[in-house]
């Protein structure tokens, strides 16, 4: 289906709903449509341009839960000029949306599957629509299984959320730091350390990464060392976006267009393209 | 196009005192006239009513970062190549603003103003190659998942009356890229300048029905087999005079093996990552969005405008550029117009204009570079 620019150039207002303080940098935004417009469905992936007025627009992936879209959830990193104004929105304040655009991760592929998801730091944003969707049909998908990597004690996103999937008996949660602090008692290193830690099928199991390039380009190897097909890999990648629709030329990564190609692609699309420095 | 190109190619003949009969039709069917002119000591394009606008007795001089206009009096009407502009800033205005919001009390709505009406165009003087790169545009802006209403409202209204070059410029390659020195499709009407001692004239090719309808009314004349004869000399002895030419056989294959080589330093540490390359390049589509609010912030804007490669914004992320270095930068640029843009497109970036070489400030030679690379090629 063909859409014409003026369309998927225009923001949808929507409504702060609720914001919660995810980790000191980290924060997420429920949204819902104003003025009686529509928010559209997504798929586990997918990305929302997001504008702060007067500000501008960021390209934000979508943590919500894909089978009940409403309200809309985004978490995002104060990082830059419009992720930091975002981060003072207020219940009440308003925010204009795009999208939903770019491609999703291979949930329903992967039925039949163990699912390994790999995070990295805010990488498990991405990633969360995927755990409600296996979660909301988990007869389909043999073992389900989070690992998940980040700074220090105090960067763990979704902490409540975590401790609750770990509890239960159908979901496999393994959590590790770069840094320790005092209270700590759980892994201390980098998240690939994790994959030895975790009992699935390499023949039968569907990965999904996301995180910095660097990790995931070490999680894809290490996966590979256990058995699982590059074919079976997938990973989520990030570049500075303009209009989400590829037109503007930004998020080229070689031949590929992260707006549209990806943001998700099948690994050995982009594999090689991992390993050159600047592309 | 405006009509369908199913129309037959008759040519004939358009003579000199004839342009101003041209233009006058086609501001008569409601075109806006956009042609070659001279402004501040170069040739640009820009709105023209009147045949005196086209600079007759004038050729182009053009070298890797050099680039003159000189009068001559053998010159003709076309006896120059292309300027710095292309007509993509007709098609794809340079800012353009995309919407407003208002903000008032805590409620954010769009202000909707009234639509401006899109500009016809009839583009008299657009080169062989310059049809191609609207071509190339047109696989950009009409052919994938979005389709971007501005560029096609415009596009969709153009007449084109295409110019056949009979005197390439120094930095010409259109052979090589296959896109000139003669139009064959894409035109309403191609023009083909004959001049002689004694004979100064026009060969006309029609490619559309308004091509027709123009031949009609301005009752011209068939073109003699002398004219047609002189028409196919002229333009074959252009191909002949390229001033540049680049071996495309595998090139994709060939710059995407080869992003470690060590020329990209080579060339990395002579570009000046001014962008000029991005703006004169007909093909070159990347754009930018601006937001700015007035003196109350009740009131915010945002505006799309062309973007460049060559900016250390261009790649900004959280953490940084992805392409910090003027060799990243200038490799993304080149791959992607030789290369990766076939995987994007199905055609290559690059139509053999040669505006790239012309107006750099340091003359960095995109031919120089690839054959360059092509030189010491990684193995295959």
Aim: glycine share 8%; proline share 5%.
């Amino acid at each position: 289906m063909k859409t014409t620019v003026a369309g998927p150039m225009v923001p949808t207002m929507a409504r702060v709903n609720r914001v919660r303080k995810e980790t000191h940098d980290t924060f997420t935004l429920e949204l819902h449509p104003a003025y009686g417009q529509e928010i559209h469905h997504f798929a586990a992936g997918q990305f929302n341009m997001l504008y702060v007025f007067g500000f501008g627009e960021v390209a934000i992936s979508i943590s919500g839960d894909p089978t009940n879209p409403k309200p809309l959830i985004h978490t995002t990193r104060a990082v830059g000029n419009v992720t930091k104004a975002m981060a003072k929105l207020k219940t009440g304040d308003m925010i204009g949306v795009r999208g939903p655009f770019g491609s999703a991760w291979p949930v329903k592929h992967a039925e039949g599957d163990d699912v390994v998801l790999v995070a990295g730091g805010i990488g498990l944003a991405p990633l969360r629509p995927v755990i409600y969707e296996i979660l909301a049909n988990r007869r389909k998908y043999g073992k389900l299984i989070l690992l998940y990597g980040t700074r220090t004690p105090s960067d763990i996103l979704y902490r409540k959320e975590l401790e609750s999937w770990r509890s239960r008996l159908d979901m496999e949660v393994y959590v590790t730091v770069d840094r320790s602090s005092v209270n700590w008692q759980g892994n201390v290193g980098v998240v690939t350390t994790l994959i030895p830690k975790a009992g699935f099928d390499p023949q039968q199991t569907t990965a999904m990464i996301c995180g910095p390039e660097i990790m995931m380009r070490y999680v894809a190897l290490e996966l590979q060392k256990r058995g699982v097909p590059m074919s079976s890999v997938f990973a989520s990648m990030e570049r500075n976006m303009k209009c989400g629709i590829g037109l503007c030329g930004h998020c080229q990564m070689g031949p590929t267009f992260i707006c549209k190609d990806g943001p998700v692609y099948p690994y050995d699309k982009i594999r090689e393209l991992l390993l050159k420095r600047e592309i | 196009m405006s009509a369908s190109e199913s129309a037959a190619k008759s040519k004939f003949v358009l003579r000199t005192n004839q342009i101003q009969a041209l233009i006058d039709f086609l501001r008569e069917r409601g075109y806006r006239t956009a042609g070659p002119t001279i402004r501040d000591c170069a040739v640009i394009y820009d709105e023209i009513n009147n045949a005196e606008q086209i600079p007759l007795g004038v050729a182009d001089e053009q070298e890797a970062g050099f680039y003159r206009v000189k009068k001559r009096k053998e010159a003709g009407y076309f006896s120059y190549v292309v300027g710095a502009h292309s007509w993509k800033k007709f098609l794809n205005p340079p800012r353009f603003t995309l919407w407003k919001a208002k903000m008032d009390n805590g409620e954010m709505s769009l202000v909707v103003d009234e639509p401006q009406a899109v500009p016809h165009y009839a583009f008299i003087g657009v080169r062989p190659c310059e049809i191609a790169a609207i071509a190339v545009q047109d696989r950009v802006y009409l052919d994938g998942p979005y389709v971007d209403n501005l560029y096609k409202e415009r596009r969709s209204a153009i007449a084109i009356i295409a110019v056949n070059c009979a005197h390439p410029g120094g930095t010409c390659f259109c052979v090589s890229m296959d896109t000139g020195p003669e139009a064959k499709s894409g035109f309403d009407l191609a023009l083909t300048e004959i001049q002689e001692t004694n004979r100064h004239l026009f060969v006309a090719t029609t490619g559309s029905d308004l091509g027709v309808e123009i031949a009609k009314a301005l009752k011209l004349e068939p073109a003699t087999p002398d004219d047609i004869a002189d028409e196919a000399a002229t333009i074959k002895r252009a191909a002949g005079k390229m001033g540049r030419k680049i071996d495309t056989s595998h090139i994709n294959e060939l710059l995407q093996r080869n992003e470690d080589h060590p020329r990209w330093n080579h060339v990395g540490d002579r570009c000046l990552n001014c962008a000029n390359c991005t703006m004169v390049c007909p093909t070159c589509f990347c754009m930018t969005v601006e937001d700015t609010t007035d003196i109350t912030g009740k009131t915010a804007e945002r505006s799309r405008r062309w973007d460049s490669c060559f900016t250390i914004e261009f790649s900004h992320i959280h953490g940084g550029a992805v392409r910090t270095s003027a060799s990243a930068r200038y490799r993304h640029w080149m791959t992607h117009k030789l290369a990766s843009w076939q995987d994007q497109f199905g055609v290559s970036g690059c139509v053999g204009c040669g505006r790239c070489i012309t107006w750099c400030p340091v003359g960095i030679d995109i031919t120089e570079e690839a054959a360059a690379i092509r030189a010491s090629s990684r193995g295959e």
